[in-house]
């Protein structure tokens, strides 16, 4: 765990001095100030107009969780999918271009702790990034009075998608040393998960049911609505241990390739 | 302290290593020859536990380099072909890095890290980003990275590439400093380097061993360059020759 701990440090620290993180941060910070900025002008927009109906049932409708926070979460989980995969094409690609992967690879080290190591850097960074937007519903707190738990329940599922996308990240840069190759299929199995539910409803029922429990988004879905079902937890973990596992096995087959 | 037996490495249908043997003793630095191509660093990087061989056994003071892979790594140190630097590291901070992952208990650490800087002339540029230094420099906290954890047997792949003459000489003490405890395999294409520093010869050719001798026996009655050119030419016979004399 130390030695995990000693990666992690050392792969944050690389983030940061670098512009990777400045460039990564800035920008999702950008689109989603874009968004929260757009969605509230719009729930602001129809507070006015149905106030100015005087229309108490439809007051009653507008909600800061649906019409804000909801569609701000989804659009962030779409720029995740492109930034996710530029934050982690580095991890193992970047190494073995450079040569370092000798050093971790005769140093004694487990593999489980360098794979530990990588993940543990890559969600830090994530984690970080993730609570910069904290701003958003922080403002909505102090000027609305938006559901808590289903903020919560929200951010959580955004934590877990991010989370998730980061060991197929981690999969897809340990399987090459060319960080574009990385990127890209990371990007296509990350774009593939997001939309292999759309032929659920013409696929017939057990087909159907399938693609729909793969969809990443299915499950984002029902957590963003705040119900927090053991069964999309379940989900994200599967995905982050099987994606974790299998770069486990791909830095592993080194050894006795 | 090393001991290779019947080495094969391959990558597909290419035999980069071919049923290598050979051993080296502790105090003994073993100059490691060949043209390039030859399976020099191949070899190496199945010493060090790299990459594993297609068949055949490396023993590292005592233990099997497949079935006990970690306590050979906590053994040995390596200094490959390209040091392995992190370009936006400074000195200091990829040294202490490098000592935490090979192990050095986190209260030695700022003291191995000195003493390493101490040995390897790198006072002057502790605080400097890797990425900046000039070939020396890499070159240099390449082998300060090899040394960190005291290790036993130091594998080092053309530690004198890219420096300059004083710098070599520097270098040149230390190794010899460093091998009296300890097992050394260098590789390099200096032959007077090997005059110098060696007991021990290996010279491999695509992927045959064509020389192992004690370097007294070899230089007897030939210069090392000239033994030099005829194992790589004979294919072996050179080895034959030199046993039949």
């Known amino acids: 765990m130390r030695n995990a701990l000693a990666i992690a440090a050392k792969d944050i620290r690389s983030y940061f001095v670098s512009p990777i993180a400045y460039v990564v941060m800035t920008g999702f910070l950008l689109l989603g100030g ?38 701000l979460l989804h659009n962030l989980s ?9 934050i982690t094409m580095r991890s193992f690609a970047e190494e073995k271009r450079a040569g370092t992967y000798e050093l971790l690879m005769t140093a004694p080290l487990s593999v489980t702790e360098i794979v530990l ?69 990371c990007l296509v199995i990350l774009l593939l998960l997001y939309v292999i539910s759309w032929p659920a409803e013409t696929a017939g029922e057990t087909m159907g049911a399938v693609l729909k429990y793969l969809s990443l988004t299915e499950h984002f879905s029902e957590m963003v609505k705040g119900v927090i079902d053991t069964r999309d937890v379940a989900y994200f973990i599967t995905v982050i241990v099987l994606a974790l596992f299998l770069t486990q096995r791909s830095v592993e087959s080194l050894r006795w390739r | 302290m090393i001991e290779v037996r019947n080495l094969t490495k391959r990558y597909g249908d290419l035999i980069a290593v071919d049923n290598v043997s050979f051993s080296a003793k502790p105090g003994e630095i073993l100059g490691f020859l060949g043209p390039n191509g030859a399976g020099k660093t191949t070899t190496m990087r199945i010493i060090t536990g790299f990459m594993p061989a297609t068949s055949g056994t490396v023993t590292v003071a005592g233990f ?23 370009a936006d590291m400074t000195v200091a901070a990829y040294l202490e890095f490098v000592a935490r992952i090979k192990g050095v208990p986190r209260a030695e650490i700022r003291g191995a890290r000195d003493q390493v800087v101490e040995a390897c002339g790198l006072t002057t540029v502790i605080g400097r980003v890797l ?47 460093l091998s009296a405890e300890r097992t050394v ?46 194992a790589i030419a004979g294919d072996g016979r050179a080895k034959t020759e030199e046993a039949a004399s």
């Not at chain 1, 107009?49 to 409708?61: K, V």
Request: charged fraction near 15%; glycine fraction near 6%.
């Open chain 1, 34 to 71: 874009w968004f929260f900025f757009n969605l509230l002008a719009r729930f602001n927009f129809l507070l006015q107009m149905y106030t100015s109906f005087r229309n108490p049932q439809a007051m009653e409708q507008l909600n800061l969780n649906e019409l804000v926070i909801s569609p």
């Open chain 1, 78 to 86: 779409v720029v995740l999918v492109i930034l996710i995969p530029v």
């Open chain 1, 117 to 185: 190591g990588k993940f543990l850097g890559a969600f830090v960074f994530i984690f970080l990034m993730l609570l910069l937007t904290a701003v958003y519903p922080i403002i909505l707190l102090v000027y609305g009075n938006p559901e808590i738990g289903v903020l919560l329940g929200g951010f959580l599922g955004l934590l877990l998608l991010a989370t998730a996308f980061v060991s197929v990240g981690l999969l897809t840069s340990s399987l090459t040393q060319n960080q574009i190759i990385a990127a890209v299929s």
């Open chain 2, 64 to 86: 099997d380099i497949f079935d006990q892979s970690y306590e050979v790594r906590k053994r040995i140190g390596y200094l490959p072909e390209n040091p392995p630097l992190y």
């Open chain 2, 131 to 177: 990425g900046n230094l000039s070939k020396g420099f890499r070159q240099r906290v390449g082998l300060a990275q090899a040394l960190i954890h005291n290790p036993s047997v130091l594998v080092l792949d053309e530690p004198t590439i890219g420096l300059d003459p004083r710098q070599i000489i520097d270098i040149r003490s230390l190794i010899r400093e």
């Open chain 2, 185 to 230: 395999i260098l590789s390099t294409h200096i032959l007077p380097e090997v005059s110098q520093l060696c007991q021990k010869v290996v010279i491999i050719d695509e992927g045959h061993i064509a020389v192992e001798d004690r370097l007294e026996n070899l230089t007897r009655d030939a210069s090392l360059e000239e033994v030099f050119l005829r």
